[in-house]
């Protein structure tokens, strides 16, 4: 059991590690090594790679067998989860996240300083946290549906889970990044040294935090018992 839970915390540091990589080394193809005359071709290009990449983690997370690089994607979990799996998940999955992502930003800057600064926040304070938070939101009860109702279908739950969060992170891009990713945030932030900020933690923790916590609620008490209800009745007609 212990060994599985450190196999489990180094997926969540690589995988962390990964993901911040990747965001830029797509963003470096399209706009260094690539030019289109055409805007719609680049665009199609970017959401091609975009949504490759997201199967590539889905794939990943399945070969690991539970790694993740979101928090929220953890934390969900251990909501529905036991009281000990809940403490290891905010304990030390995180964290782990955290440092995975801090360490692969610290790399990044190193390797290639052209790379930016991150994601910032655009709008005021509570504009921020209300985007965050709905989108948050939105992409977890969006996940959670896939979960039960494809479960054993890795390309549609994939497929379906990438365009949803490929759209949100278009809706909320120009107010605060569209992240949905606390810990992917939190590595830009402290290379930037803003990770203590109010703005920081409000925006980009707490509000997607309430989020989480509000929809796996949400999706517990209104949206599950519906979705039994209709197999229930399914299953008697046949």
């Known amino acids: 059991m212990k060994m599985g839970r450190t196999k489990l915390l180094l997926s969540d540091f690589v995988l962390s590690f990964m993901w911040v990589w990747s965001g830029v080394l797509i963003r470096i193809f399209l706009f260094k090594y690539l030019s289109f005359a055409d805007a719609l071709l ?18 990943l997370v399945k070969v690991t067998r539970g790694g993740a690089y979101n928090p929220l994607t953890v934390l969900a979990d251990a909501i529905s989860g036991d009281f000990n799996n809940f403490l290891y998940c905010v304990g030390a999955r995180i964290p782990t996240q955290v440092i995975g992502s801090i360490v692969g930003v610290k790399l990044l800057i190193d390797t290639i300083p052209e790379v930016g ?34 479960r054993e279908n890795f390309f549609m739950k994939t497929w379906i889970s ?43 923790w707490l509000a997607p935090i309430e989020a989480t916590i509000l929809a796996v609620w949400t999706f517990k008490f209104l949206v599950q018992p519906v979705i039994k209800d209709k197999t229930a009745s399914k299953s008697k007609s046949d």
Not at 124 to 140: C, K, M, N, S, W
């Open 42 to 59: 680049a665009e199609l290009l970017k959401t091609t790679l975009s949504v490759t990449n997201m199967f590539l983690f889905a794939f």
């Open 117 to 150: 600064q991150g994601p910032r926040l655009n709008v005021d304070i509570h504009q921020g946290a209300l985007t965050e938070g709905l989108l948050t939101f939105g992409i977890v009860i969006i996940s959670l549906g896939l979960a039960m109702k494809v």
């Open 162 to 204: 990438s365009l949803s969060k490929l759209t949100l992170h278009i809706l909320g891009s120009d107010f605060t990044g569209g992240c949905m990713n606390p810990a992917s945030v939190m590595g830009w932030a402290y290379a930037r040294g803003d990770h203590i900020t109010k703005e920081h933690i409000l925006v980009y």
